[in-house]
């Protein structure tokens, strides 16, 4: 057999290969030169964390949840769910505590009353938080 004949084959064998390789990693070899050559961003200008507005919004959506499972009828998991709930909520109010600088205890998890205490903080410090649900409401037991 010829060496011209075999190179051929094995062009034409590998050529989808070459061509889908191409395909994918094309993109990632010109944004990788193009990061290369553009001036490095200045760190201390941007904001370390979430925009307040997407954990506010986080922190909302959690809180109805634990009252819509707190105030459920049907007890199978219950438990379990709400202490998730408020491990969730833990996170997001102590996420939200450091962007708004309102102090707390940075070590979770957070006791029932604590977790209470940090959230009226928070909408002390003036983020917009649902008065009715069960966490923020008044009660006795705080």
């Known amino acids: 057999m010829d060496i011209g004949r075999t190179a051929q084959i ?3 064998m590998l050529s989808p290969t070459i061509a889908v390789g191409t395909a994918i990693y094309t993109p990632r070899v010109y ?3 193009r990061a ?5 961003a200045r760190t201390e200008d941007q904001p ?4 307040i507005e997407l954990i506010a919004g986080d922190l909302r959506r959690l809180l109805r949840q634990h009252d819509a499972v707190r105030t459920d009828t049907a007890i199978a998991r219950r438990a379990h ?3 998730a709930l408020e491990a ?3 996170d997001c109010a102590l996420e939200a505590a450091r962007a708004l600088g309102v102090t707390c205890a940075d070590h979770p998890p957070l006791s029932t009353a604590q977790l ?12 917009m938080l649902p008065p009715s649900v069960g966490l923020i409401s008044a009660d006795r037991r705080l």
């Open 10 to 12: 094995v062009v034409t």
């Open 31 to 33: 944004r990788a030169v």
């Open 36 to 40: 290369a050559l553009r001036p490095a």
């Open 48 to 51: 370390s964390g979430r925009p």
């Open 81 to 83: 769910r709400l202490r």
């Open 88 to 90: 969730a909520i833990t």
């Open 116 to 127: 209470r205490r940090l959230l009226l903080a928070l909408t002390a410090a003036g983020l």
